[in-house]
């Protein structure tokens, strides 16, 4: 088969981790194009050299110097500034995974897609940020966007079963996290380092807190809805706290499709990188009989509002997502340092999404530069409401 070239963004995460651990193993097959971290010039050097990359890009400025002398030598073009994380993504390359944390993944997916790029997508939020014309702007430019979070890629494969006009649901499943059976008091006042306790999955910091609130489920729910154009009300979400089943599919004969695997985000991740074919995963096979027992329970919106916050933001749309993510944004760097409480992450998204739907801010996006002015005016108000919420 022809070499792929791919691009990595955020190459030095726990997704770009992941990703670059199976272009390791399949080195004959991919060549390394550009990869990009936001500061972390060591990590990246290091995935430089290993890979011959030919671009790399830090989104911290200041680092331009530091990254040019750890990749003196070599023949890796060097970058820094945001604009180079984006032109990293315009650089030609088949394949891109779009891996950075948080909206700020936004303008550099956006690159990418706009050549016509295959566009793994780990990176949910600028999803959620940009709320529907991603998913349109895509289409126009040709490109193809493979799910990588691990319940849209379920749903993704469970979807080629049936036609849209046969599909009844979907069910995204969510382990519940760290607070699963928590009480609402106990959750108020969890502490950053039980809310860094994820039982199954390992990921970065700020996904690893949207799972103990529930936010990245919420997040995935307007997710799945902009990937593959549902409603809320043909979304559900499952608790699964062994994290098997990732994602099905119910159509209208009843069938539900689903799609397993072990909780290793190497396995969705090979599904982006083959498709159309499949490519070898992690070694280990799905050992359900040792794993003995699947089971499944109701989310409860009263312990986890996160979650039924998402709902009401994606049934009020026209920029309403977008200040959902960028609220949480806020909330969970706010609770990192220590200036809120673990309960209330969810309070503060929800108190600015009042705010903005009282101020009659209400207008559909249309493209990215409306994305992004209501992703920066969302944080202002979230950072003036900090104070009351953090009594
Ligand atoms: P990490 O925090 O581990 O990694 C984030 C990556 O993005 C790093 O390479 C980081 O660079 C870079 N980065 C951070 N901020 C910026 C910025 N402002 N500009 C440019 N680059 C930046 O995150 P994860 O790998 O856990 O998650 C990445 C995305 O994938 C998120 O959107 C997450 O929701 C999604 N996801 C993650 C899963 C997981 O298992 N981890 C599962 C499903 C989805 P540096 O190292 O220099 O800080
Ligand atoms: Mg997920």
Request: aromatic share 6%; charged share 20%; glycine share 8%.
């Amino acid at each position: 088969a022809a070499v792929r070239s791919v691009t990595v963004l955020g190459a030095t995460g726990s997704i770009g981790d992941s990703t670059m651990d199976l272009l390791r193993a399949a080195k004959d097959r991919y060549r390394v194009e550009a990869l990009t971290a936001n500061s972390n010039v060591a990590g990246l050097a290091k995935l430089a050299k290993e890979f011959g990359a030919r671009y790399v890009a830090v989104a911290d400025s200041s680092r331009l110097t530091e990254l040019k002398d750890a990749l003196a030598g070599t023949r890796t073009e060097c970058g820094a500034g945001e604009s180079a994380v984006v032109e990293a993504a315009a650089r030609p390359a088949d394949w891109v995974m779009a891996a950075v944390s948080g909206a700020a993944g936004l303008k550099p997916a956006l690159a990418a897609v706009d050549r016509g790029a295959t566009v793994a997508l780990a990176n949910k939020e600028c999803l959620v940020c940009a709320g529907d014309f991603f998913m349109e702007r895509a289409s126009k430019a040709g490109a193809c966007i493979l799910p990588a979070d691990s319940e849209h890629n379920a749903l993704f494969q469970a979807l080629a079963s049936g036609n849209r006009e046969e599909l009844v649901r979907v069910v995204i499943t969510a382990s519940g996290g760290p607070f699963r059976t928590w009480s609402s008091t106990d959750i108020e006042q969890a502490t950053l380092a039980q809310a860094l306790k994820h039982p199954n999955w390992s990921m970065g910091q700020k996904i690893t807190i949207d799972s103990a609130s529930m936010m990245n489920k919420g997040l995935e729910v307007i997710e799945a809805a902009c990937l593959f154009g549902l409603t809320a009300d043909e979304i559900d979400v499952l608790v699964h706290p062994q994290s098997i089943i990732h994602g099905m599919v119910e159509f209208s004969d009843r069938s539900v499709v689903a799609q397993l695997g072990a909780p290793d985000m190497r396995t969705p991740i090979a599904h982006c990188l083959g498709w159309p074919d499949r490519i070898v995963g992690p070694a280990a096979k799905l050992d359900l009989a040792k794993i003995g027992q699947l089971t499944f329970e109701t989310p409860d919106f009263a312990r986890f509002p996160g979650l039924k916050l998402a709902y009401e933001a994606l049934r009020t749309g026209r920029g309403a997502t977008t200040v959902y993510n960028a609220a949480n944004e806020v909330a969970v760097a706010a609770f990192i340092a220590g200036k809120i409480r673990f309960g209330a992450i969810a309070r503060l998204v929800e108190a600015t999404l009042e705010a903005w739907i009282r101020a009659g801010n209400l207008a559909p996006l249309t493209s990215a530069d409306d994305a992004i002015t209501v992703d920066h005016n969302a944080r202002n108000k979230a950072v003036t409401l900090l104070p009351q919420i953090a009594l």
